[in-house]
């Protein structure tokens, strides 16, 4: 195994080893299942906190979709991740990624994917009412970048339903 982030150890280095490590700990006792449960909740949480954020920029309090998207690529950017917008299209954000805020250790580590689904999930429901999230390649699951699709209109297409807070 490298350990060469070791040696060249920082905040930032130390806190993303321990989320690594956390996720792949939750993996092996409690199963993926309910590995991407708990952080799912961290995400809701993230998401919510940053749409509020958000939302209080906005003079009217609405989040169009053009700007839901670009919220999602800008807090991605954030974190050191390579997303960008494919397509905007019938109530339907497309976005693809080339690099992982976790880096290419995330390898191996497929429940840290909730975090990103969970956040656009969060974000999107509370600006839309509802949303559906769908992760058809990542990083963490050994494809060479990320797709991932916030549905605004179909909750039945596959992925994750997530609807606003009341």
């Known amino acids: 195994m490298d350990h060469s982030w070791v040696t060249d150890m920082d905040q930032k280095s130390f806190f993303l080893e321990m989320v690594l490590n956390l996720s792949s700990v939750l993996e092996q006792v409690i199963g993926l299942q309910d590995a991407e449960g708990y952080l799912a909740l961290v995400g809701k949480k993230v998401g919510h906190d940053i749409y509020e954020s958000q939302k209080a920029n906005n003079d009217d309090g609405n989040i169009p979709i053009e700007r839901l998207s670009e919220i999602l690529v800008e807090l991605k ?90």
Do not use: W
């Open 77 to 166: 950017s954030r974190i050191r991740g390579g997303f960008s917008i494919e397509s905007i299209e019938d109530g339907k954000i497309t976005l693809v990624n080339t690099d992982c805020p976790f880096g290419p250790r995330v390898a191996g580590h497929e429940s840290l994917c909730m975090m990103t689904s969970s956040v656009f999930g969060t974000i999107s429901a509370e600006a839309f009412g509802h949303a559906n999230v769908d992760i058809q390649q990542s990083i963490a699951t050994g494809h060479g970048g990320c797709r991932v699709v916030v549905n605004l209109n179909d909750l039945s297409a596959p992925g994750r339903n997530y609807f606003k807070a009341t």
